[in-house]
């Protein structure tokens, strides 16, 4: 299957899960991952693991919400016309608003009304967890034309002791040492932030498990933004200590943006290094971001007493683009181009991760490639080639660089660089020495 076909499939999916009222927990949290599972389920046989963990358990310095629970929400007139409701749009209500049943002036109804002031035309996403308050969103547009008169103000809500839900999906490889994966499933009906991230690792999932004799183990984590990552770390710090050698946060990543990546605090980590060495390698516009501009679950990863080597991936960063957290961040804002070109990138990671290693050349001196058909016998000049690749290769592979290291030396990808290795391995001119470098 080729990368358009995967971002038109991947799309597909996204569009399944964009109409559910999504928040930080409850039955259409969820009931995404069991349309996630499915599709994992149906390209693979692989299942997802889904557990639940109780309101009101403390994880590290925060304590789980109650369930927010929207029976129904809207504004109406005197003469029962509603003016918003959230049958309508998901994004009408601020997510855990406070019940509320009331007829008031427009005076007071303003003060319930957030908008975005410098975009009249989209309803904001407006979020309040940690403080109880009643509100509505709607397009500016709409507030300043709202004529004065008295209106209805109804939120039938409820929070009640539930569950925070995450889904994890395992990938055993021959080494325990994994690469971990990581996206976030709390928002409403917004496309890029974060449709896209549960997609595309859905689809990633279906992808690492085709990896024939996988080097490393995989571990797909889709949990809510934040309280989600928190309560997944307490749960399972020290399997993620002890075995995660790179980490992906996924957010945002279905649009025609630019790669962004927002690295980790020391900037230093394979994760760091992987991503950096495509930005600079590839011939794609990529963004690096430090980890002063981190936003998403990587905060908690990355944070100091964690110390996971996990760095964010986005096309267009999250606060960066318009229609962030807005209405606009709708399916016409993603696209299947974008979906196959981030999964495009990832694949090349996964590619170099499975395949980075320290070789060493057997021989003193040049080998002699041509003998070996490895080397045009007929000197001319002409482009690069798989050749050429093969002879700088031999001609860097001292045992002290890894495959990225010598990537960035020549210039090259260093996924490129893997099937010019196995040639090398295969002829006997190259020896891996990773095991020896504490790799695996
Ligand atoms: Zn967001």
Redesign the pocket.
Known sequence: MTDTEVGKRVYKLAEKLFPLFRHLMGDEVRESLQILANYIFDGTNVEMRIEEVPSGTNVFDWTIPDEWIVHDAYIETEEGKRIIDIKDNNLYIVSYSAPIDQWVSKERLLSHIYVQEEQPDVIP?VTSYYQRRSGFCMKKSMRDSLPDIRYHMVINSEFKHGSLTFGEVYLRGLSKKEILFSTYIC?PS?AN??CSGMALQAELIRYASSICNRRYSYRFVFVP?TIGSITYINRHLDVLKENVIAGFNLSCIGDDGVISIIHTRTGNTLADRVTSHLCKTLDWSCEEYPYMDRGSDERQYSSPRVNLPVVNISRSI?GHFPE??TSADNMEYITPDGFARSFDFIKKIVTILENNRYYQVTVFCEPQLGKRGLYPTLGQKGNATERDLIYQLVGFADGSMDLIEIGEKIGCAADKLVDAAEVLLGVGLLVSIDEKEGQL
């Open positions: 996403y928002h917004m932030d974060n933004e999250f962030y957290h």
